[in-house]
């Protein structure tokens, strides 16, 4: 029996290690995204403070683990047998959830996930443990469960949410009001005492959240107190010689090393935001198997009792965790941080919802979203009849953006220092806070709604992207409460099955968690991969024509490819009746439109850097136009195609299946001589491509005929008829968009070799 618990443990820590992997995956956005949006430093840079507040926060975690011992439920009502099911069946959940949230680029709570699993587990076993003895679940589940503690948290999710997005919203606007988009002429004046405030909060929140429960806090001075004793008495005092020195500090370092303020204020609030992580959050994935680890040692120094009766009131007592502990699960963060592609997928949800630039819009528009934007325009339209035009005027240039950087450029930043340094400020200063109240609240949550309500103040979110935003916003808001209700129905599901089923289910549930890891893994890659060949190469602003001409061609060719696979792949499908082929086909479909798309919205981008070939950039523009009429062809195809096989339509007859075969045939030589032309600018061809053009459009006329007397001889029905014209109509559409964009390519390509 002891050999199967400790299995148990070990597992526990598996588990664990993995359960950091994907936790740090997800908790990565909550000190990275300011420091990578604003770009404020080379990214090695940037990880390199993360990961040592990562480290040096993981040290600081020791009194956060009593959360996981006997935060939520009440551990003398249970024995070691029970409390391992408990633990076991927290881990299990958390390692899929997280993952699962993490491939989809998600930011959720790892505070909330873990709360709700302990709590679901909690009561599925004690429901299993009442109905045993006989007795009331209703009237006998207080006794297990410490229902105080669970309703605090619900209501600090709540609360947080709604105070970070208004105090976020308010400072961020407060903050631009007094310094603008140009904050550069203001910096040199008031710039040493906004570095002052902004450093002296971020330390405030370093000790009032980092010291509390610390390996450290302990530590005797000579006065006979403790540094946490003392720290907290003279809190007022702190703060003012931190502001002073801080002030003079920065002032000394930007009058003689030209020191970036905005920049030293962003990378100490990376630092403090990724010590407080690790300090605070750590828990949420070391805390179960600690607790599980010294279950484990109390019941086997009892020797011999069994587990099914030895009491687990010694987790009641005062929590201690090993410092090597601490320290092994801290480098397993920083290694996670630095080589976790799922860490930066979340991270670019956030920054890419609150970045100032126009763009690919992640989520699409809703109804709640395009209705709050409705009210809030007329909102502002009232105000402003209000508003006297003076100080209208006055605050609009005071909100007037100043790019940054070309948009859609891997270099530009989303948003600029000055909205990154409040974004770590506010949050720091807000869970510092709640820390010293005892409120109970999740740093994620904090820090996104911040980050949302400064890109509100700064009118990143404007009558071009705000519905897309707000949808975003209300997306990763469901995930979090779905992220309650899925940890807390999950992880009781599996504790009830493994409490009534037996130690069988232990090992079924720990296959489940492994093969739902790898299957999640191989749905990222394959989704970085897609996102990685739907990527369209960007221009250059020192590319010279040869460059320029040759990543034109490659987007025709790809466009060209492309249309040539989907038309032969679909048709096929269609009439072979293989749906699966079918969904291959829309697939690649779907991937083309993406890609086209991508480049249309990209145009202004790219002529502004082909601005030494103004003229071509005409024929440019036709280029882009008819590769997304090419892609917006083929979904008018293909759609139709897949709806009538997927509602087991009557197929086509013999007579129209071979029509079709023949007419696949011919496109493909269209397409095959129109890929020769652009590739190896063989425009002379051209005359030759039309011809086949008009070959093929010869052909569709005489199959329109014949369609037409299989309608007055009622072969076929409406529905036969309808899809039939429809594939002829756009097969014309096709192959005029393919010859236009061939066309201007090579319009393109002359005029820009004239330059």
């Not at 290690?17 to 994907?22: G, H």
């Not at 994935?285 to 020797?303: L, N």
């Not at 079924?508 to 890891?517: D, P």
């Amino acid at each position: 029996m002891e050999k199967f618990y400790l299995i148990l443990t070990i597992v526990l820590f598996a588990l664990s290690i993995s359960d950091l992997i994907v936790g740090v995956s997800n908790d990565a956005v909550n000190f990275l995204n300011s420091a990578i949006g604003s770009k404020a430093a080379p990214k090695w840079v940037i990880f390199l403070v993360a990961s040592l507040g990562v480290l040096i926060g993981a040290t600081f975690s020791n009194g956060m683990m009593e959360v996981a011992r006997k935060g939520i439920f009440h551990p003398d009502q249970f024995y070691f047998a029970e409390i391992m099911v408990i633990f076991l069946s927290v881990m299990i959940t958390d390692v899929i959830l997280l993952d699962m949230f993490n491939t989809f680029g998600m930011p959720t709570s790892t505070t909330v996930s873990i709360v709700f699993e302990l709590l679901g587990s909690a009561v599925a076993v004690s429901v299993v443990k009442i109905k045993m003895a006989g007795g009331m679940v209703f009237m006998e589940l207080s006794k297990y469960i410490n229902s105080e503690k669970a309703l605090a948290i619900i209501f600090g999710i709540l609360l947080s949410v709604f105070i970070a997005f208004t105090v976020g919203a308010i400072v961020m606007y407060i903050t631009r009001l007094l310094f603008s988009f140009e904050y550069k002429k203001s910096l040199k004046y008031f710039g040493s005492a906004y570095g002052g405030i902004a450093i002296t909060a971020i330390t405030y929140f370093m000790l009032v959240k980092g010291i509390h429960g610390s390996s450290f806090s302990e530590l005797p001075l000579e006065s006979g107190e403790t540094l946490e004793e003392w720290i907290k008495q003279n809190t007022l005092l702190v703060l003012l010689g931190s502001f002073a020195g801080w002030t003079f500090i920065i002032q000394v370092l930007s009058r003689l090393f030209k020191i970036d303020i905005l920049k030293l204020i962003v990378l100490a609030g990376t630092f403090a935001l990724a010590m407080a992580f690790a300090g605070n959050d750590l828990v949420n994935f070391i805390g179960v198997p600690v607790a599980g680890f010294t279950s484990f040692e109390a019941w086997r120094a009892a020797g011999g009792i069994s587990p099914e009766s030895f009491s687990m009131e010694m987790l009641a007592g005062k929590a201690s965790t090993p410092v090597y502990m601490l320290l092994i699960s801290g480098l397993i963060m920083v290694l996670t941080l630095i080589l976790s592609k799922k860490a930066q997928a979340v991270t670019e949800t956030e920054v890419n919802l609150g970045r100032q630039s126009e763009g690919m819009e992640r989520f699409g528009s809703s109804l709640v979203a395009r209705l709050l934007v409705r009210s809030s325009m007329r909102f502002n339209q009232r105000i402003e009849k209000v508003i006297p035009t003076v100080i209208s005027t006055a605050l609009q240039r005071r909100f007037t953006p100043v790019l940054l950087g070309p948009a859609g450029d891997l270099n530009t930043p989303a948003f600029d220092k000055l909205r990154a340094s409040v974004n770590l400020v506010v949050a720091s200063i807000l869970i510092a806070l709640a820390t010293s109240m005892k409120l109970p609240l999740s740093t994620t949550y904090v820090t996104f709604m911040v980050a949302m309500g400064s890109s509100l103040s700064d009118r990143a979110w404007d009558r071009e992207s705000a519905v897309y935003r707000i949808s975003g916003v209300f997306a990763v808001i469901g995930g979090w409460f779905l992220t309650a209700l899925i940890a807390l129905t999950v992880s009781g599901v599996i504790a009830a099955l493994i409490s009534l089923g037996g130690k069988i289910f232990i090992f079924v549930f720990i296959a489940i968690a492994i093969f739902m890891v790898l299957r999640t893994q191989l749905i990222f890659r394959k989704r970085r991969e897609k996102v990685k060949a739907n990527e369209v190469q960007p221009f250059e602003e020192d590319d010279e024509v040869d460059k320029v001409v040759n990543k034109s061609r490659k987007h025709c060719v790809q466009a060209i490819e492309s249309g040539s696979k989907i038309y032969a792949i679909s048709l096929h499908a269609f009439l072979n009746e293989d749906l699966g082929e079918l969904r291959k086909g829309l697939g690649l479909k779907d991937e083309l439109n993406t890609k086209s798309k991508k480049l249309k919205n990209k145009i202004l981008t790219i002529l502004s850097k082909i601005e030494n070939h103004v003229d071509s950039g005409h024929f440019y523009v036709q280029v882009v136009d008819y590769q997304r009429e090419i892609a917006h062809a083929l979904n008018f195809l293909t759609n139709p195609l897949f709806e009538h096989l997927d509602n087991n339509h009557k197929p086509f007859n013999t007579q129209q299946e071979a029509e079709l075969s023949e007419l696949v045939s011919g496109i493909q030589d269209f397409f095959d001589l129109a890929l020769q032309i652009v590739s190896e600018d063989k425009f002379a061809e051209i005359d030759s491509l039309v011809k086949k053009r008009d070959l093929i459009f010869e052909k569709l006329y005489k199959n329109e005929k014949v369609q037409i007397k299989r309608i007055k001889e009622q072969n076929v029905n409406t529905r036969n008829s309808m899809l039939y014209f429809n594939i002829n109509s756009e097969t014309k559409n096709l192959l005029l968009h393919t010859i236009n964009m061939v066309k201007s390519h090579r319009d393109f390509v002359l005029y820009s070799e004239k330059k």
